[in-house]
């Protein structure tokens, strides 16, 4: 930590104190925490989506992963609507995959809440 003329000290009950910069990632309902988990989910899920680096350019097994990412199906919706003029009956096609993840998301959510509360 620095002090008002840039000069360093050491401060021991700051965030990087006794435990460690991560100390404050060992409980399950630290807000950190849950930060933490959405961006280890959202920087490989944008990756994956087909967003900066076609789909079909990755290997045939990272392809196969991509299919449970929602971000790639919307990509592939709006890139099809937006330049190529996609009709529905395609825009369905990548559509239910969407619906089928946030139903499965939803459901297991639910039981999840529904085990901790009880």
């Excluded at 849950?34 to 290997?59: K, Q, Y």
């Amino acid at each position: 930590m620095l002090d008002h003329q840039g000069r360093g000290r050491y401060v021991k009950n700051s965030h990087c104190g006794d435990r460690g910069c991560f100390g404050g990632l060992d409980g399950r309902k630290s807000n950190t925490a849950a930060l933490l988990g959405l961006f280890l989910f959202s920087a490989p899920a944008m990756i994956l989506s087909g967003f900066a680096t076609p789909v079909e350019n990755m290997p045939p097994s990272i392809q196969m992963l991509t299919q449970i990412n929602p971000i790639k199906h919307f990509m592939v919706i709006v890139h099809g609507i937006f330049l190529k003029d996609m009709p529905f009956a395609v825009v369905w096609t990548y559509l239910w995959p969407i619906i089928a993840i946030g139903v499965a998301t939803l459901t297991l959510a639910t039981l999840m809440f529904r085990k901790k509360v009880a």
